[in-house]
């Protein structure tokens, strides 16, 4: 029997297999590894992966679809579920906890609740192997955005500081239950090593970059004024008069330690 979707949850059930079997092929768990997926709804992907792998953790919040996912696992692999909101889940402490190396993380997730998602991965990056998500499609556009792009902004600075962002292909609203009104993508997440990181505080970059785009259309002397003026944005070799969407990310990361070291 399939569960009704809630629009509370925001959930859209996939249901296609030629994209499911296309997002557990670009995943490709093996035994070895530490597979999560991040809203498994009535299994679609789980099934698979944990055909794959053998083991999975997968992190619910809708208590009333657990019983089923428990059911339809219970004689294809080990599943572990969590009850909790993903945004609550510290998956550092999880990965340390499993004496996993990394974790390899999956899901569809809700889009209202996407970008807070993609943010509180980042925080965990260095416990993650990699992160395959489908999305909105406007979303996986602005996450791989370049600068002078006209979606290009915060979002596309904060990931790729932290991640190399790969989009690998588009599923359509049919290929779900109910269609949702927008295309979706899938995306790949792939942790930057240790030595491509920057080394700005990342609350001084989060401060610069949220007042850089809080006010797109100002040149950065007027949309930073309350955190660097015109002499201290020219120290980070940046142009006062220029605007944040034609910055590239190691810009902000230098306007970052100029406004740490005021």
Do not use: W
């Amino acid at each position: 029997m399939n569960a009704r979707p809630k629009k509370s949850f925001g959930q859209h059930f996939l249901h296609d297999r030629r994209y499911i079997e296309r997002i557990v092929s670009a995943v490709a768990p093996r035994a070895e590894d530490f597979v999560v997926e991040i809203g498994p709804g009535e299994g679609a992907l789980t099934l698979p992966l944990l055909t794959a792998a053998g083991k999975l953790t997968a992190i619910e919040l809708d208590t009333d679809l657990i019983p089923g996912l428990q059911a339809r696992a219970a004689s294809v692999g080990e599943l572990h579920i969590i009850h909790a909101d993903v945004l609550k889940v510290d998956f550092t402490a999880m990965a340390h906890s499993h004496g996993a190396p990394r974790l390899r993380i999956a899901g569809n997730l809700p889009y209202y609740i996407s970008s807070p998602i993609l943010f509180h991965c980042v925080e965990h990056a260095a416990a993650i192997q990699d992160m395959h998500f489908m999305l909105q499609k406007e979303v996986v556009d602005r996450m791989a955005a370049e600068p002078g792009s006209k979606v290009y902004g915060r979002l596309s600075v904060m990931l790729q500081l932290a991640c190399r962002v790969e989009p690998l292909f588009n599923v359509p609203p049919e290929a779900f239950r109910p269609p949702p009104k927008v295309e979706s993508a899938v995306v790949r997440l792939l942790p930057l090593e240790p030595h491509e990181l920057h080394d700005a505080r990342p609350e001084h970059v989060y401060a610069v970059v949220k007042a850089a785009f809080g006010q797109r259309r100002k040149t950065l002397a007027n949309a930073l004024k309350q955190l660097l003026d015109s002499d201290a944005i020219r120290r980070a070799d940046v142009d006062p008069k220029a605007r944040a969407e034609t910055l590239a990310p190691a810009d902000f990361v230098r306007l970052a330690k100029v406004y740490g070291s005021l």
